[in-house]
């Protein structure tokens, strides 16, 4: 049993331990969405006469902070069930016998009997799951046909057992120095304008996230000397686990699987360990795995000019009556492209000017940061700002680029950064997991940079592929690079290179969407080349993951991919059923409108600090 500690991090942690989660909270590029899958029993199977091991008991929802919201889900129709399985801590040492404690829960098939279950993951690395499938079950049935039970397991370093990862001891105190160093780090992450677009600042970002993560992690090492979990929490043990529940489930022993984000990350891991337990298996919001495995991801910074401009161009499309921004192009000029290259050269101009020149209005000043600030808004409609919240920055942009209620937008801007500072709660609690995870998984060179030279280029290839969202992850190679423990068992990304592909015994589905800006549809394409007769389905949109934003099409390729088996023809192309910025007219919330808190605490904050 490796679990009973307390988490180290907390309202009264040491402020070293706060600076790491702050510093995470900024650097650490998380592949998170909000979002969600089985096949009918064999009984003739071999495995199918084994009853479950798990049992199934009440959540305690409380602990799990898990309470409808304005009666939705409706419990009565989608009920949660938890339990615990015990599973080998490490499974590199078939000798020990110490155990993890694996904690899950399930929403039951809708539709019973029960054909089996389905296993997810939502992102991350280091999302625990539990509410993301708790708010989405009604969603994810409907995708899933609603005949399979959905399971999710909190992964191991994720949930209570985090506090395991970096636990300090009694004694550990910060020196005045470790506190002068954060506070110098936080006052340079306040302020983007510096650490974005100075190449000085950025060796200066780089070398005091590599100082001041150095001494943490040595402490963390020192508290873990004779062996800690931070070395058992990698990828591969978390695929073992899944097998190692699926067994334990007693159903027909092979493996059900939606991954979304970094899930998909478990998912084409876990396949290629387990090639012939697949039943089915969905990739959705796809990761590259050689970049994830190497140096963290990297081909998301691609085309992010496109992406912004799509966006602008789905505001345009919008009109001016929804989104303000539409007043500020030429109409003189007949074609849209161009109409939407000048808005987003307007805006960069703008944030030029505001550089120069901040605006001083009665109630503060305006700076070019508020346009970096509303830009990311309006980003980060795919991501999890509502469209309600992106138009409403788009008005502040139009404001700002007729210099007008400028006071209103700095009341605005309070607000905002009140409710990302509430967000950022959560994604605080990620940062351990997401170190210990990430870091440890990684193999290539950035993991174990021989200079300091090699993590600032690092840093500005990154933010000169991409001007808008670059920075976002431009230190994470500093963020690992003093990590000082390594996943006892590393994947081998050579296992991908198979004449003809991976060999799962039913095929894999790919998903993507065409604007995803953190999981961009090529690495669904890069992925699928890799495993035989899979499959790419395109969502011809913008979310990180396909249910964000509902599609008719993608919801029944799913649900006949569950039911039947049945892939679609590769490259598929799906529409979303509502444009961008359309706004339902119904005065119930939407389905994924309930899904929208979650995935701000999961996104955005990330996305803007
Ligand atoms: C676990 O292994 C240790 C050392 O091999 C042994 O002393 C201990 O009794 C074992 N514990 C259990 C619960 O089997
Ligand atoms: C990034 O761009 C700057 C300015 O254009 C250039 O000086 C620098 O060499 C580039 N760095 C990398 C790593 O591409
Ligand atoms: C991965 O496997 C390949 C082929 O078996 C081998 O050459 C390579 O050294 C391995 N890489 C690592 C990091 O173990
Ligand atoms: C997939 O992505 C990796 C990493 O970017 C790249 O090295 C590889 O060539 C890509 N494969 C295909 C088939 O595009
Ligand atoms: C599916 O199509 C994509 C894009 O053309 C391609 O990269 C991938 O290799 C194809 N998948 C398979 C299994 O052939």
Redesign the pocket.
Known sequence: MVRQRRPSYGLNMPSTSKGILFLCLTLCSFMLASPTLAKPFNTRGQTAEIASLIKWGPCDVEAEGLFPVNGYPNIDVYPVQCATLSVPLDYTNPTSNQTFILELLRSPAPNQPSRGSILLNFGGPGVPGFAELFYSAPLLHSYTGGYHDLVVFKPRGTGKSAGLLCARQDDDKDTPEDITEFSDLESILENPNEWIFSWNTTKTMVEKTVKVTEKSYAKCAENHKNGGIPEYVGTTFVARDMMQIVDALGEDGLLRYWGISYGSLLGVTVATMFPDRIDRLICDGVANAFEYYDRGQLSHLIESNEKFLAVLDECLAAGADKCALAQDVDTGITSRPEQVQLLAKAIESLWHRLHQTPIKVENGVVTSGDVIRLRDNLISVPLGTTAGEALESARHLHNLLNDQNLPELILARELDNERKKEASKYVQELSWPFIAIACGDRTGVQAHPETLDDLV?EA??RV?TSQLWGHQSAYSGALCAKWPFESKEKFNTSLFLLEGGVQTRKPLLFIGTTYDTRTPLQNARNMSSYFARSAVLEQRGFGHGSFLAPSTCTRKAVKSYIMDGKIPPNNTVCKEDQALFETTSSSSPSTVNLLLPILISMGVAVYHR
Do not use: V
């Open positions: 280029s500005k290839l000169n």
